[in-house]
């Protein structure tokens, strides 16, 4: 950013000649990003409380947001509020757990989908609600938690067997063998049972369709301990994106910024998976997006993929409510359609474990 | 800036099963520029990896200034002691400034945010390997030798006072090879900084070192002056080979002209 260097003028006379600084350095076109971004958050928010199978004016959103619910059009969008908040939680949670996954396995594709991460959250709750007749949000956070990390353990123990430990290429390998053994336990579990499976297929397409506050209010301390682990792991994964070696070389302890970070992202997408289901592609697209933007450093990486899963979830949420028009399709299908294209574009343009 | 001593005692270490260090001892005197020499799977990488605490040897142990490291904070040795692995990754599109400014690593507590230490070392590392023109540049788009000083950059950013580099001339063309082992003796001189690095080229390392180590079986065969080091001798024993050793017309060091079996009158002789 040669744009943002101060002008002769604005400089002190005795300043010592222009050094290059990190943090100076990027720093406007970081903060342009985030502006742009938090901008279109915002947008995305309105279109997400105004747009819906319903077609309502400024005076039933007003009504809604104002708490003065009387007409049909103001429960129509009261009920779009909960929706919203969700989305945008559930987006910003997703788009930093693919961003940690991606700098903890140096790999490119990983996404909460990967490493089986979703897959074990999905078969707890599939086994909660066939067995134990689970109800509670905070039956299925707990039951999701539990899943998501028992495969994600599963994962980095299968992946570290033998010589040389746990490469992101074998967690990656790992990841997609127990994904699909998980998945089909998944069904298997499913199949007999008609009289759940109505409601296990509808959560497992993902979406943030019909949520309401009460289903919201459980996971949100699961979701702030999540971001709080990550964002605090974004100088370790700066380090591990130098290969294990650089980082044990300059002092970082490996295996606890591999774990450290895995328990992040694992409370993230288990707690969001709890409440919304398995919605994929958030997490591998909205990082990407993010490093065309601000680069490769995590400590921005993350609190912009947070910004970007936001954007992303929110809009195909809205897309969603209008394609299938009246009737809804979920974001979870809406964000397999974007993000499928990206994911062919994203193997054919990288080298794979380029990160 | 002082330069530091490194001991290993009686070093055993291995892969599992394996035993790829077997008791290995060496001495390292501060400020020496020391190349470990041997055939593949000698144990010089091991040894290497022991030195910097990446590997915990099976028994033995290593001293920094007298001190034993396997105690030592990871940052607080981390500030004593950098490493170069034979292939460091950059991520895709990191700029060299950024890459170098990880080096301060050790540096940064959990609350200690960038200072103006970091600043003067970062831009004190990328004019000593002379790339302050290309710090703006992306690490991916930079050739082989400039992309090895930028990992170089990184590890002096570092401040240690003791340097590690696992065969930081793999992979480079011999005119890169030589830039990359100036720059090396050039911070040895000037900063007194003590190091080690494992190397492929003999001739390269008996130019460059003031100590070699030969290792042979995951032991140290001969330590010393390359000239004590570098014979004819020790090329049989340690790379199984039968060799001249002449003296460099260059630098007076000793230098391996290998003969093969067909002593060294080979396809030359016979296609003219």
């Known amino acids: 950013m040669q744009g943002f260097s101060p002008t002769p003028r604005a400089r002190p006379s005795n300043a010592a000649p222009a050094r290059p600084s990190v943090h100076r350095r990027y720093l406007a076109r970081r903060l342009t990003g985030a502006a742009l971004l938090i901008t279109l958050l915002l947008g995305a928010a309105a279109l997400s409380v105004a747009l819906g199978a319903r077609s309502v004016g400024w005076a039933e959103i007003h009504a809604a947001l104002t708490g003065q619910v009387q007409s049909v059009g103001d429960a129509a969008v009261a009920s779009r509020l909960p929706r919203t908040l969700l989305a945008l939680l559930a987006g910003a949670a997703l788009g930093v757990a693919g961003g940690v996954m991606q700098g903890l396995t140096r790999n490119p594709l990983a996404d909460p989908g990967l490493l089986g991460v979703n897959a074990g959250a999905a078969l707890a709750v599939v086994i909660g609600i066939a067995w134990f007749n689970l109800q509670t949000s905070l039956g299925f956070i707990m039951s999701a938690l539990t899943g998501a990390s028992l495969s994600a353990v599963a994962v980095y123990v299968i992946a570290s067997l033998g010589r040389g430990g746990a490469t ?138 947070a910004l970007g899963g936001a954007i992303l979830l929110l809009l195909a949420d809205v897309a969603g409510r209008l394609a299938a028009h009246p009737a809804e399709l979920d974001a979870g299908i809406v964000t397999a359609f974007i993000g499928a294209p990206v994911f062919i574009w994203i193997v054919r343009r990288r080298k794979v474990g380029a990160l | 800036m002082n330069a530091s001593s490194l001991q290993a ?22 400020g020496q520029l020391t190349a470990i020499v041997g055939a593949n799977a000698c144990g010089k990488s091991t040894l290497l990896r022991v030195l910097s605490r ?135 001189h000037t900063r007194g900084t003590t190091v080690v690095m494992v190397l492929h080229e003999l001739n390269l390392a008996a130019r460059y070192a003031d100590t070699l180590i030969a290792m042979a079986g995951g032991r140290v065969y001969a330590a010393g002056t390359p000239e004590t080091v570098l014979t004819e001798a020790t090329v049989r024993e340690v790379f199984g080979l039968e060799s001249r050793v002449i003296e460099d017309p260059v630098t007076g060091k000793p230098m391996m002209i290998p003969l093969g079996r067909h002593g060294g009158v080979g396809s030359a002789t016979r296609s003219s």
């Open chain 2, 9 to 30: 005692e009686a070093l055993t270490a291995g892969y599992g099963e394996r035993r790829v260090l077997d008791n290995a001892s060496v001495d390292i005197a501060p």
């Open chain 1, 168 to 305: 992101p290429l074998r967690l990656a390998l790992a990841g997609a063998a127990i994904t699909a053994a998980l998945t089909s336990l998944t069904t298997a579990i499913i199949l007999p049972r008609g009289d759940i499976s109505g409601l296990v297929q509808s959560w497992l397409v993902g979406g943030v369709g019909g949520a309401t506050y009460d289903q919201i209010t459980p996971v949100v301390p699961f979701l702030a301990v999540g971001f709080i682990v990550s964002v605090a792991c974004a100088r370790k994964l700066n380090l591990l994106a130098l290969g294990d070696d650089t980082a044990a070389g300059l002092g970082e302890n490996v295996a606890l910024a591999r774990g450290m970070s895995a328990l992040g992202a694992v409370l993230l997408c288990g707690a969001t998976t709890a409440v919304c289901g398995p919605i994929g592609f958030v997490g591998l697209v909205v990082p990407h997006a993010c490093r065309l933007l601000v680069g490769t450093d995590y400590r921005w990486l993350l609190p912009f993929s």
């Open chain 2, 54 to 188: 990446l590997i915990a040897p099976a028994s033995g142990r290593v001293l920094l200034d007298g001190s034993a490291i396997d105690g030592m904070a990871a940052r607080k040795l981390a500030r004593r002691i950098g490493f170069l692995p034979q292939s460091p990754m950059a991520p895709e599109g990191i700029s060299v400034l950024e890459l170098v400014s990880r080096g301060r690593h050790p540096h940064q507590g959990l609350f200690r945010r960038w200072s103006a230490a970091d600043e003067a070392a970062v831009a004190d590392a990328l004019a000593a390997t002379g790339l302050l023109a290309l710090a703006e540049r992306a690490v991916d788009e930079l050739s082989g030798g400039q992309r090895q000083r930028v990992w170089i950059a990184m590890a002096l950013a570092q401040q240690t006072n003791v340097l590690l580099l696992d065969e930081p001339t793999t992979f480079l063309d011999i005119n890169h090879q030589i830039e990359v082992l100036d720059l090396l003796t050039e911070l040895n």
